[in-house]
């Protein structure tokens, strides 16, 4: 690979990243009632802007929804803004202990949910676990 295609790839894939998280709606309570009613799976993602754990959660889920479309297109991605909804039923509903948690609903049921972890792999299989449940 020489120089120029490098900075291109390079370029892409951080211009990708981003463009690829921007894809989650903001959380509203009907929002989440409506995506569920539709039988879509969704992904919640419960974050502050000031969180650095949820930084780095959101870096590799842009990551790997720039590496598999199949996320974007099948998941319903929805952004829990922590400091918004801290105190709302959705967290107590959900038994939520902190921001930096990631859960995946479909109907009635959880399938699956990680507190505060940012591996590759952990993050990788809940949206695979999503996926399936799609």
């Known amino acids: 690979m020489n ?14 990243a981003p463009m690829a998280r921007a ?14 009613a539709a039988g879509k799976t969704v992904f919640l993602d419960f974050k502050a802007s000031w ?3 949820c930084k780095a959660q959101g870096r590799v889920i842009a990551a790997l929804k ?3 479309p199949e996320y974007a297109a099948k998941i319903s991605f929805i952004d829990v803004d922590w ?11 959900l038994n ?3 921001r930096s948690t990631l859960v995946v609903l ?12 940012t ?3 952990e993050i990788k299989a809940l949206l695979d676990t999503a996926l399936a449940g799609a």
């Open 3 to 16: 120089r120029r295609d490098f900075m291109l790839l390079t370029a892409a894939v951080t211009l990708a």
């Open 23 to 36: 894809e989650a709606a903001a959380y509203t309570p009907d929002l989440l009632e409506a995506e569920l």
């Open 51 to 53: 969180c650095s754990t």
């Open 66 to 68: 720039a590496e598999n």
């Open 83 to 93: 400091d918004q909804w801290k105190d709302d039923m959705i967290v107590a509903d």
């Open 96 to 98: 939520i202990p902190r």
């Open 106 to 117: 479909r109907g009635d049921a959880e399938l699956g949910r990680i507190v505060a972890g």
């Open 119 to 121: 591996a590759k792999d």
